[in-house]
């Protein structure tokens, strides 16, 4: 299957808050509760930050919010500092017991 | 502390095989769905396979499928993936992962540090 759609990258000054939306079709996002959500820094393995489309683990800033709309879900991250910087993936079941990730979004904070 | 180490990446002729491992600790490993995710040089993430806490079930992507052999030896709490016929597309870090439950994956926490493999001649 196709990977997910997400904006290459997204740039906000700190303490602004920044949408990255995450579309897919009803054969994953729209059909499945099973969003979730990571952040990468450089060189570093993937983080989970948001699972079931819009809970946190524990351990996450309450800054990191999830949603999802029909096909598109949404990372929302409020109050950007500069540590939030890195690279961020949604990832959706896409039946099948298949997993299909996003492009993945760059986040800078100016 | 869970704690999932990656070893086993190289350089490999194209055509050629390698095993790649990942030992868990913190964690009761037969409880929990296992997953491997690669990372090709400066993309993104794609799901590769994912095996079942008993090992009963075992499930792969389209693009290894055939090729690519994920196991487990819960004895020894270290999860397993096995690559033949391996091509240049196969470069990247791999990852492995554990997932909610014995049968579910819902979400992958926490990741090992990844292991390179290089296909190249």
């Known amino acids: 299957q196709s990977a997910l759609t997400q904006p290459a990258s997204v740039s906000e000054s700190p303490g602004q808050s920044i949408t990255i939306s995450c579309t897919g079709s009803s054969s994953d996002v729209g059909g499945y509760d099973l969003v979730s959500w990571y952040q990468q820094s450089p060189g570093k393995a993937p983080k989970l930050m948001i699972f079931d489309v819009n809970n946190r683990p524990s351990g996450v800033s309450n800054r990191f919010s999830g949603s999802k709309s029909g096909n598109t879900a949404s990372l929302t991250i409020s109050g950007l500092q500069v540590e939030d910087e890195g690279d961020y993936y949604c990832c959706s079941y896409a039946g099948g017991a298949t997993w299909v990730f996003g492009g993945g979004t760059k986040v800078s904070v100016l | 502390e869970v704690q999932l180490l990656d070893s086993g990446g190289g350089l490999v002729q194209p055509g050629g095989s390698l095993r790649l491992s990942c030992a868990a600790s913190?964690?009761?490993?037969?409880?929990?769905?296992m997953m491997w995710v690669r990372q090709a040089p400066g993309k993104g993430l794609e799901w590769v396979s994912s095996i079942t806490g008993r090992g009963a079930d075992t499930f792969y992507a389209a693009s290894v499928k055939g090729r690519f052999s994920v196991s487990r030896d819960n004895s020894k709490d270290t999860l397993y993936l096995q690559m033949d016929s391996l091509r240049g597309e196969d470069t990247a870090i791999y990852y492995c992962?554990?997932?909610?439950?014995?049968?579910?994956?819902?979400?992958?926490?926490?990741w090992g540090q990844g292991t390179l493999v290089t296909v190249s001649s």
């Open positions: 913190g964690f009761r490993f037969n409880t929990h769905a």
């Open positions: 992962a554990r997932g909610r439950s014995e049968g579910a994956v819902d979400w992958f926490d926490p």
